[in-house]
């Protein structure tokens, strides 16, 4: 312990110096971890910025995967069915046969008609009767021939028309999927983009969190040596040298109090603000 008060004085002054020197840096300690606080939440927010818009490609990836999906589906659907259609215009089409060279409908009526004239209107013997109406009947029943394969032909170019149009729905399809393929594969790229700036911006954050934890751990260590530089203070002023400071007990109170708000805060310590907190622990003496 000091000897007299000058000692003591001299004892107070050094601890003075040593408060102001641990305060200012408690301090700037304090100004750097805001600092990075809130260049982590910047990284938060670019982090979240990034999770969101992958949240959104992931989301729109998926309804055009689901897409792709259904128009395959569908479009295998229709081959299925086209595949049957073409066997079976292929089965219509072999069971027409080839027109023969005077199979002309034209021909054919103008025959008949000329025929049944020459029986409504000339006198003809019964054996010529007889071979004309041999040559009439044959004659109508090759013009039925022709308009069954013409009804044929109608029936097949109705079907292959319903058959190209099955198969133009799935060539459309197969186009559509083609496009929305095209899609998801950009999409895919930039998710993968996108998942590598989560990663990146997570490691940013997991340093800034170890630079955040040193900061702490600096902070708790000049804390504590703050506490024992002003436990060494109050145990030195309340020494019966100093006993004789004039200064009342609501004012030491209320300054001591403003000190200790000053250091809740990191906030740099005056002259006065030490002596109120010397007054304040000779108080509790």
Partial sequence: MPADKAEAQQQL?????EIHVVSVQLKE????KEAKYKEKEKINEELNGFIKEAKGLRDKKADVDKKIRELKAKRQSLNKESSGLFSKLRDMKSEIE?????????NLQKQIEKIEFAIQTEALSFEREKKLMGQLKELKARLNEIKARDAKLKEVRDFRENVNTKKTEADTIHD?????AVESSDIFKKLT??????AKAKQVRENMNKVLQDLKNQI???DTRLADLLQQWGELTSLPVF?????TASEVQKKAEHAMEKLKTHGKLTKEDL???????????
Avoid: H, Y
């Fill in 13 to 17: 002054e050094q601890l003075k110096k």
């Fill in 29 to 32: 300690l304090g100004e750097q």
């Fill in 98 to 106: 080839p027109a023969k060279r005077d199979f002309s409908n034209v």
């Fill in 176 to 180: 559509d999927i083609q496009k929305l």
């Fill in 193 to 198: 983009e996108q998942s590598e700036n989560i």
């Fill in 220 to 222: 708790s260590d000049v």
């Fill in 243 to 247: 006993a004789e400071r004039d200064i």
């Fill in 275 to 285: 002596l109120a907190l010397q007054g304040q622990n000779l108080k509790r003496k």
